[in-house]
T-cell receptor
Framework: AQKVTQAQTEISVVEKEDVTLDCVYE???????LFWYKQPPSGELVFLIR??????QNEISGRYSWNFQKSTSSFNFTITASQVVDSAVYFC?????????????FGTGTRLLVSP | EPEVTQTPSHQVTQMGQEVILRCVPI?????FYWYRQILGQKVEFLVS????????KSEIFDDQFSVERPDGSNFTLKIRSTKLEDSAMYFC??????????????FGPGTRLTVT
């Protein structure tokens, strides 16, 4: 069964702090994709990153970085030097080969509050 | 940059009424989806649609729900007889295809459905 767990429901930081959002997933598939989406207060879902199960290289994009570790079934997201505009709910999601990658299974989200 | 659009942004309806939520996916995308998010909860998969037919649906997507691609651009979700528990944000998403860089789904801004 596929499942995504985001144990942190809400994190509050002060601007310029680094913050890591945790994501743990469960799947029986060996081929799958992991995603992070951002949901700002305006409500839309914004795609941030996709990772496939065969690529464990960490990725950095500006202030964002992602750490994928198959050994611990985790796909964590770090924001360096956080800014107020980073305040949003962040969702981790999983898509499996067994479903033809036809659906995303989301975690419950982590609300990040960045205060000035 | 092409984007998924949804109308209306907010729909208020009375219990038992039929509603149709509309989406225009990104024009060269082949796969279409509906998700819903009850306020404060996670995003849940409803249905996927490809080649003019449903490819997968969740247990939420019962006989009260239907989807249609009536022309080359629109993708609709119909709820036949709305219930109070159908109140949620409904997101449409589209995906380009199954090529290597085509696994991410792009989401529309959502339609907030309020059933009174």
């Amino acid at each position: 069964a596929q499942k995504v767990t985001q144990a942190q429901t809400e994190i509050s930081v002060v601007e310029k702090e680094d913050v890591t959002l945790d994501c743990v997933y469960e799947t029986r598939d060996t081929t799958y994709y992991l995603f992070w989406y951002k949901q700002p207060p305006s409500g839309e879902l914004v795609f941030l990153i996709r990772r496939n199960s065969f690529d464990e290289q960490n990725e950095i994009s500006g202030r964002y970085s992602w750490n994928f570790q198959k050994s611990t079934s985790s796909f964590n997201f770090t924001i360096t030097a956080s800014q107020v505009v980073d305040s949003a709910v962040y969702f981790c999601a999983l898509s499996e080969w067994a479903t033809g990658f036809q659906k995303l299974v989301f975690g419950t989200g982590t609300r990040l509050l960045v205060s000035p | 940059e092409p984007e998924v659009t949804q109308t209306p942004s907010h729909q208020v309806t009375q219990m038992g009424q039929e509603v149709i939520l509309r989406c225009v996916p990104i024009s060269n995308h082949l796969y279409f989806y509906w998700y819903r998010q009850i306020l404060g909860q996670k995003v849940e998969f409803l249905v996927s649609f490809y080649n003019n037919e449903i490819s997968e649906k969740s247990e939420i997507f019962d006989d009260q729900f239907s989807v249609e691609r009536p022309d080359g651009s629109n993708f609709t979700l119909k709820i036949r007889s709305t219930k109070l528990e159908d109140s949620a944000m409904y997101f449409c998403a589209s995906k380009k295809g199954t090529g290597v860089s085509s696994y991410e789904q792009y989401f529309g801004p959502g339609t907030r459905l309020t059933v009174t």
